[in-house]
């Protein structure tokens, strides 16, 4: 047996630079620890696929720059110096691959050129209907009205018994999101990078990542309170 | 009857203090789940969260709703691809149980 294992390979494939998680990491992967970057490949190749379609238009496109950039870590893994962490390394040839292809594709990157400041709502009214708090010249101002408070949801959409209807309804209205809005809202929520890593993808600021995610979960949970409401009991009544 | 909406009257604050309403917190909640709010502001909004349980469902929801998200499936590599990776990645670097265990 090798040495034994430290963390698992995606925690210590996110540690910075010279750390000792990456330097165990680095050296069972340069040692052909197969399963080590099975679990890498297996954990990032949903994120990768949706970073690669930034730049290219097509899902095969995708998977090929995808692969490419396995190929090249694979290639280059006795090369890096790992003054980064080895997440961001991998993201760098992804979009160093992607780019590229997408060059050669002409595809116009949608990120380079449509963030003007008021293009699909990054700016805009509220995101909740007005008529659902009291007026100004309330007891209460701007509260919520009876009608207009927000029931709990039960059970909450995230939860295992959640009937598909409700899944597929988010998927509906993610997809129908304006493409900036989706585009965050995916690799924020559905990818789970962090705020720091869609900011450097994209090219935006934290205040416009941040405005962007807001609107677009905004919509979300009203979707989503519209099924609630219109099927109360329905989504649990699997028993 | 209805319950009486739990919102809380709005307190005659110190001119220094802030209040956040509900329709406020609405447009500040992903903030507020981001740690991007200033302190006091930050400060009224969890003062409103202690006082205002429908803002407590609002911010459930929202988190909610991320969660959900979480669940949606990914994508993924062909299985072919994702076996030819693995391959050459043996082929590279080695198979570190070759010759020890004798294990195929
Ligand atoms: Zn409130």
Do not use: K
């Amino acid at each position: 047996m090798q040495q034994q294992p430290g963390l698992p390979a995606v925690v210590a494939a996110v540690r910075e630079g010279g750390s000792d998680a990456q330097a165990e990491l680095l050296g069972r992967l340069r040692a052909g620890d197969r399963q080590a970057f099975a679990e890498l490949v297996d954990a990032w190749s949903g994120v990768l696929l949706r970073v690669a379609l930034l730049y290219v238009s097509t899902r095969a496109s995708a998977e090929e720059v995808v692969q490419d950039t396995w190929l090249a870590v694979i290639g280059q893994l006795d090369r890096f110096e790992g003054r980064s962490s080895l997440r961001t390394w991998v993201f760098r040839i992804l979009e160093n691959q992607a780019r590229s292809r997408g060059s050669r594709e002409a595809r116009t990157v949608p990120w380079s050129t449509a963030f003007l400041p008021d293009g699909d709502g990054a700016d805009g009214g509220p995101t909740v209907d007005p008529a659902r708090f009291r007026g100004s010249e309330d007891r209460w101002p701007r509260h919520w009205t009876d009608a207009g408070l927000p029931r709990p949801w039960q059970p909450p959409p995230e939860e295992a018994v959640v009937a598909g209807e409700v899944r597929r309804e988010l998927r509906t209205a993610l997809a129908e999101l304006p493409e900036r809005q989706r585009t965050v809202v995916e690799l924020r929520d559905v990818l789970g990078l962090t705020s720091e890593e869609v900011c450097e993808r994209l090219g935006i600021s934290a205040g416009n990542q941040r405005i962007l995610l807001h609107r677009g979960r905004a919509r979300l949970r009203a979707r989503l309170e519209d099924v609630y409401r219109g099927a109360r009991g329905e989504p649990d009544d699997g028993g | 009857m209805v319950a009486e909406n739990p919102a809380p009257a709005p307190r005659a604050a110190a001119d220094d203090v802030l209040e956040v309403a509900c329709q406020e917190f609405v447009e500040l909640v992903t903030e507020h789940l981001e740690g991007a709010l200033p302190e006091p502001v930050d400060r009224a909004v969890r003062a409103h969260l202690e006082l205002c349980d429908p803002c407590v469902v609002y911010l459930e929801q929202v988190r909610s709703t991320a969660a959900a998200l979480r669940t949606l499936p990914l994508p993924t590599l062909p299985a072919a691809a994702r076996e030819r990776l693995l391959d050459v990645f043996t082929a590279l670097h080695g198979d570190p149980a070759e010759g020890g265990t004798g294990s195929s």
